[in-house]
């Protein structure tokens, strides 16, 4: 008898429901690169090593404990690079008897490992991802009935259910929620911790030279290249960012500044959604912190509450909204994402900032990503299915049960309101609060028409003024309609002609895209 287990490249976990369900004697563990699932949208090139260096080291990992594994490289000749076709051969191949997999995170590959029973004629039982906090079946019975979906009742559900920061039946520090205390602005002085660069060993340099040649005209740097690639590493990572940076996460958590990509957050989240952290033990390390008098409440409260809340409500959020939400569109949204959304070659200094960030490191903080670019996607109006594909193919972390929510969702408000209670739509005046951009921008964050007005300002009017029909009437947004109806018929008039005039310049699709 010979089992064929399937582990997929953001199923890097020793504790993967295959593997735990599977004795090793009787077992192959089947790993594969596959072109399909690096080209379907063109991934970043330090994406796709960071994916395949780990991959890589997990196969070793496996091996060192006792399993057997079937790595199938990119470059293999008789590699039919994609999923089914390396099923198919991987079960002759082996004779394998049967096949046990972990659900993909994924609608697109879970309808794959669906019908693998049928092109192999084996069965296949797929078990469920256990490495998430809560179960699918769990969050589909919180939300069952509920007219709105509110993070922050599973947030406190799911804090009394594992008990992290919580003092009895209490919430630790007396608040369950600390975000007024983590809104601050950047200031001057303060010093960024780098967060662990590891050089690629003899393994990782030969994905880099792979992906250099069969990737490198994506979009992003490959260059330079220092990313956790095993579980050790992760750990390391886990470790310093409790040390160096949790204590100012709170603080800073909505901040940006210029030339600082990471600030004080911790990058994890390439590394807990490949599998190389679990949830569970990253949220115990930060309240661990908290209890040993390292980092105050507000800190390791906002930073769990980014996981057990956050992440886990948008993967709940991915399952019970279905395979066709990133197709939504609710704001009827068309225009073309703009060619410097692949550049950075733009005079917002914001825009050019955020996308510089992505473009070097496969990477963006939460804020860059929400308030700067996606906020001016929306505004303009892309066609938010392009926004998905963009967000999905440049971050190290996205993998759609967690990009759809956060970008059809959240940021592009293109499912009507499911996720977010109003669009998270913000003028220069927001921008310039939250970071230093604006003071070294060639425009004026305070104009609002005229040429040298920021951009922002226009678009953000013109947006609720176009879509008064579907946005005038929520309650969140009726402070800012009162506003627009204070202006001057003549400012309104010149507001709307400066944003038309934005538009009707602004770039069109990349060539390729
Ligand atoms: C438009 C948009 C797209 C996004 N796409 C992704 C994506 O593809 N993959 C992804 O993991 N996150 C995504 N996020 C959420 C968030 O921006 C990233 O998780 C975060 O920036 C990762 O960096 P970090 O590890 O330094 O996070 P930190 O700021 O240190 O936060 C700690 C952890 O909390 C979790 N987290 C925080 N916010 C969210 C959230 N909204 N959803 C899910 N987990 C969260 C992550 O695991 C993260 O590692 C997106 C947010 C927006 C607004
Ligand atoms: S002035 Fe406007 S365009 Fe320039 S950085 Fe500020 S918000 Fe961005």
């Known amino acids: 008898m010979t089992m064929l287990v399937p582990i997929l490249g953001d199923q890097l976990s020793a504790s993967a429901a295959a593997l735990t369900a599977t004795d090793r004697r009787d077992a192959v ?16 090139p330090k994406k796709i090593a960071f994916i395949f ?16 594994v079937d790595y199938v490289c990119l470059d293999d000749p008789a590699n039919t690079q994609n999923f089914d076709g390396e099923i198919v051969r991987a079960a002759t191949r082996n004779a394998a008897t049967g096949i046990v997999t972990v659900e993909a995170g994924e609608w697109r590959v879970l309808a794959m490992q669906q019908r693998w029973g049928t092109l192999t004629g084996l069965s296949c039982s797929i078990l469920a991802d256990d490495r998430f906090i809560d179960t699918r079946a769990d969050f589909a019975d919180w939300a069952q009935g509920r007219k709105r979906f509110v993070m922050e009742d599973y947030y406190r559900l799911l804090r009394r259910r594992t008990g992290l920061l919580m003092d009895g039946t209490n919430p630790a520090g007396g608040m369950w929620n600390f975000d007024s205390e983590n809104r601050k602005a950047p200031k001057k002085g303060l010093a960024y911790p780098a967060p662990p660069h590891f050089t690629p060993d003899v393994i990782t340099k030969a994905v880099l030279a792979l992906v250099a040649a069969r990737f490198g005209h994506h979009f992003g740097d490959l260059l330079p290249f220092g990313h956790a690639v095993t579980r050790a590493q992760a750990l390391a990572c886990l470790d310093d960012f409790i040390a160096h940076r949790l204590s100012q996460f709170g603080d800073y958590q909505d901040a940006m500044v ?9 990058q994890l989240s390439p590394l807990i959604n490949a599998g190389l952290l679990l949830p569970l033990e990253v949220c115990r390390a930060a309240e661990a912190a908290y209890r040993a008098g390292d980092v105050p409440i507000n800190a390791a409260e906002g930073f769990i509450r980014q996981i057990l809340g956050w992440r886990e409500y948008v993967r709940g959020m991915h399952w019970i909204c279905g395979p066709d939400y990133a197709a939504r569109n609710h704001l009827g949204a068309t225009r073309d994402l703009p060619a410097f959304y692949w550049t950075g070659d733009t005079d917002m200094r914001c825009l050019s900032q955020a996308i510089g960030a992505t473009r070097r490191h496969a990477h963006a903080h939460h804020i860059q990503r929400l308030m700067v670019i996606g906020n001016f996607a929306m505004l303009i109006g892309v066609d938010p299915h392009q926004v998905h594909e963009w967000f999905l193919a440049v971050y190290d972390d996205a993998y759609e049960w967690v990009e759809t929510p956060n970008v059809i969702g959240m940021s592009q408000f293109a499912d ?10 913000a003028g220069g005046a927001y921008i310039n609060r939250m970071s230093d951009y604006c003071s070294g921008c060639r425009y004026k964050v305070k104009d609002r028409t005229g040429p040298d007005a920021c951009p922002f300002n226009s678009l953000y009017w013109d947006f609720l003024a176009r879509h008064r029909d579907l946005l005038g009437k929520n309650h969140r947004l009726l402070r800012m309609y009162d506003g627009w109806d204070r202006f001057a018929p003549a400012e309104q008039t010149a507001i709307r002609a400066q944003a038309a005039g934005f538009l009707a310049r602004l770039p069109g699709k990349a060539d390729g895209y």
């Open 29 to 44: 563990v089947l790993m594969v690169e596959v072109a399909d699932e690096a080209t379907y949208v063109r991934h970043h």
């Open 53 to 68: 260096s780990a991959m890589r080291h997990f196969a070793d990992e496996l091996r060192a404990a006792g399993w057997t």
């Open 258 to 266: 210029a030339g600082q990509d990471h600030m004080f957050h911790s």
């Open 416 to 425: 009507g309101g499911v996720m977010a209670t109003k669009p998270y739509a």
